[in-house]
């Protein structure tokens, strides 16, 4: 195995993920903490990573190239958006230089459909699709990139020619946390109630337009009938990502395979719902894919020369 | 003008609501106050309530009527449900008494579905049918109550057949407050706009299922195009209503006459709505409607005899 060559840092709103890795792309050292973008806007970015470098005893010289909310207006230096169609090889060219550091540290851009129609923004995601496809993927894709906000992606011809971003996961914590739910919900343990949740998928996928009833009944049937707490936390999750498949597949040519981009339980989670809908699916690891998408990054411009020749 | 009669009491969840009447169902004096379930619960019912008594200086043997969260379950002295189909005057046959007062204390009862397939519970809106309505409503009526849980209900035969609640208010709440929303909306002024709130609604109601993308839209548009925060307040408010809206009306006669009991800003937020979707509507003030659903039941209850034969 060789020596170090670089380290690739996904830098997000809540988490911090950093990996020392060698020319090949083998992780020799990794390090993680929830000093996202906003931790370390107060505590500074530079002494953020530096400490982590550090930790691992990462040499003077060696590059850093980051993906995330490290590049967002609000973060350490603005790295702006590649505009769509955004061929997966231009994110390379947008990444931002930071400057006044002792090392060479890159930060790379996100993508921006400016549609007014349709505007949306992504920001690490871009590197995920990076590393699930590729520089310079030949093949059409559908990718769902769920999460806080999920993503929804077209890619043809190498390039993201269209998305679209559902708030799935920040609509389910605010709904459980911060309304009426949160008393249906509350305790709920770490086991999944599958049925609940592919019942509720079902439902809001065939009627969408009754999401903010569904999520109400959840209410209802426990002051009437009872039900456990996963039972109800797994309803509001099933409406919540029901309603984003039902926006995505309702139309869609069932035969067509789509690509989940996902790790942990909300893996667990879509994979339940596509199966539920029996959506053909391939499955691979958000994290991997991210790590992937840096090496890929990080080859391009410090390896190949393509990008500094 | 007659002397006082009784008292009329509205108290919901966050706000507290009391009128002195006469027999001719004319407001004498009236209270208001945030001492609503949550805050009485804390302070004590009987005492919240003798303080505003007092206040008017109400003789010690007018008896007291009371709907809305105060027959909850965490309430004063819970009243129960009456369940669908549900007559308008079922409500007065459930309505409880309150024992150890010195006064005669009555609290009306919620109406419950016990449809496992379609739960749903109200309470305090079925005393504004009574009073938009009247005990024994010959005609059939579809009616919209918006609120933090909007109510739709169906009246036939002089009895609430079936209804739905949305958790529409509350969702927007927290969409503005707890999620990355809050950033569009910070400091938005007290006008409408309307153009936003329109547009808003007219593309949920003909898209229901992309909902979680139309809310993430709001963020993206201020980031890429800015605009101000009452135009992105407006389109988070339209969207969610515009969904509300799709699942009651979508496939409904649309020459059918809605009754909407609202009052105040989410009146006219909704009347734009169904002018929006050429909906033809009745409008009939909340406030108004359950003052003269309490004057109803106090009338069958203490005047007629009705009940206490």
Redesign the interface.
Known sequence: MSGPSYVAVDWGTSSFRLWLMNAGGQVLGERRSDQGMTAAAKAGFASVLQSHLDALGVPAGLPVVICGMAGARQGWVEAGYIDTPAHLSDILKGAVVVSGQAREIRILPGI???D?A????MRGEETQLLGALGLDPADAADVCMPGT??KWVRVRGGAVARF?????G??F???A?????SHAVGGAGETIDSDAFGAAVAEAFA???????L???VR??Q???GGSAEAARETISGT?IG??L??NL?ERERATRVMLIASGRLQRLYQIAFERLSIPLNVVDAEEAVRRGLANAAAAIWQDGRINA
């Open positions: 921006a459909q400016r007014i349709a505007p949306d923004v906000h999920s679209a971003t559902f708030m799935t920040e609509l914590s605010a709904a946390r911060d309304t009426i739910l009627a969408p337009a009754l999401a903010a009833n999520l109400f009944r209802a049937r002051l009437l009938f919540l309603i984003e039902a926006a309702a």
